[in-house]
T-cell receptor, first 111, second 114 residues
């Protein structure tokens, strides 16, 4: 089966750096995605990792270690608008492209 | 503008009634998906379709039905057999699996059944 774990909630200060971790168990790993979701809205795509290492995209970076079943999303120079839920999702081979989502991490950015 | 539309944004129904949620995309994507989200939880897959006239059950298909008669459309029917239908429903689409083909999401439909 597939299982994804991420912290339920985190709090950080405006201007700081925060790291949101995600651990997963899956057979036939075929990519890990991070999405951002503001309350009541649709998730929006942030990043994709399929090989080990760090992918950087502006203030957001995502890291993957396939051997450890581990990923993290790094947010730098936090802004108030970064307050949202961050969803980790894993895709497996031969599963029609479907994603298995974690429960999401609710990030609160304080002034 | 390319994208995914879902309507309506809010939907209210009485218990025992079937209700159909619409999902349309003009991204020319082959694959489409339906998810359900409950408060404080992640997304759970209901049904997905990779090509027209074909679809597969996801993790929580009981009480739901879908059709895929056109590439652009993937409506979801919430039947009276669904025990707890009140939820936020999200439709998504993507190019066929593989590569960084992320799923694009519609704005969602919040269904309330009383």
């Amino acid at each position: 089966g597939q299982n994804i774990d991420q912290p339920t909630e985190m709090t950080a200060t405006e201007g700081a750096i925060v790291q949101i971790n995600c651990t997963y168990q899956t057979s036939g790993f075929n990519g890990l995605f991070w999405y951002q979701q503001h309350a009541g809205e649709a998730p929006t795509f942030l990043s994709y990792n399929v090989l080990d290492g760090l992918e950087e995209k502006g203030r957001f970076s995502s890291f993957l270690s396939r051997s450890k079943g581990y990923s993290y999303l790094l947010l730098k120079e936090l802004q108030m608008k970064d307050s949202a839920s961050y969803l980790c999702a894993v895709r497996a081979h031969n599963q029609g492209g479907k994603l298995i989502f974690g429960q999401g991490t609710e990030l609160s950015v304080k002034p | 503008d390319g994208g995914i539309t879902q309507s309506p944004k809010y939907l209210f129904r009485k218990e025992g009634q079937n209700v159909t949620l619409s999902c349309e995309q003009n991204l020319n994507h082959d694959a489409m998906y339906w998810y359900r989200q409950d408060p404080g939880q992640g997304l759970r897959l209901i049904y997905y379709s990779q090509i027209v006239n074909d679809f597969q059950k996801g993790d929580i298909a009981e009480g739901y039905s879908v059709s895929r008669e056109k590439k652009e459309s993937f409506p979801l029917t919430v039947t009276s057999a669904q025990k707890n239908p009140t939820a936020f429903y999200l439709c998504a689409s993507s190019t066929i699996a593989g590569g960084p083909s992320e799923q694009y999401f519609g704005p969602g439909t919040r269904l309330t059944v009383t």
